[in-house]
C-alpha cells in the first residue's frame, strides 16, 4: 500500500495559477502511475493528469495546454501545476497511485475553487 498526503488547493480568481503536490510514502516501488481527479457537484469524476513512472503523460482534453503534470527527483511526490484557472476547474481534487499489482490508493482530496 502507498498512503498519499495531497497539499497546494485554495481559493484563486480567474487566469491566476495553483500548484498542488501528492507526497507518496510506503511501498513507492510499487507505484506505476500517479494522477490526480477532480470530482464537481452534479459532475461525474474525471480524470486530470497522469503520469507514468517511466514519465509518459496523459491529459484531460480539458486541461491540455494549461496544466502539467510532474514528479519530483526520487519520483515520491507529484505536482499539477495548473495554470490560466477557469471557474469550471473548480473542484475537489484527488490524488491516486496506482500499483503494479492494479491497487488504486487515494489521497484525501484539495478542494480547488476559482472565482469569476
Known amino acids: 500500500q502507498v498512503q498519499l498526503v495531497e497539499s497546494g488547493g485554495g481559493l484563486v480568481q480567474t487566469g491566476g495559477s495553483l500548484r498542488l503536490s501528492c507526497a507518496a510514502s510506503?511501498?513507492?516501488?510499487?507505484?506505476?502511475?500517479m494522477g490526480w481527479y477532480r470530482q464537481a457537484p452534479g459532475k461525474q469524476r474525471e480524470l486530470v493528469a497522469s503520469i507514468t513512472t517511466g514519465g509518459i503523460t496523459n491529459y484531460a482534453d480539458s486541461v491540455k495546454g494549461r496544466f502539467t503534470i510532474f514528479r519530483a527527483y526520487g519520483r515520491n511526490t507529484a505536482y499539477l501545476q495548473m495554470n490560466s484557472l477557469k471557474p469550471e476547474d473548480t473542484a475537489v481534487y484527488l490524488c491516486y497511485a496506482r500499483l503494479r499489482a492494479g491497487i488504486i490508493n487515494w489521497g484525501q482530496g484539495t478542494q480547488v475553487t476559482v472565482s469569476s
Open positions: 510506503g511501498s513507492i516501488s510499487e507505484i506505476a502511475s
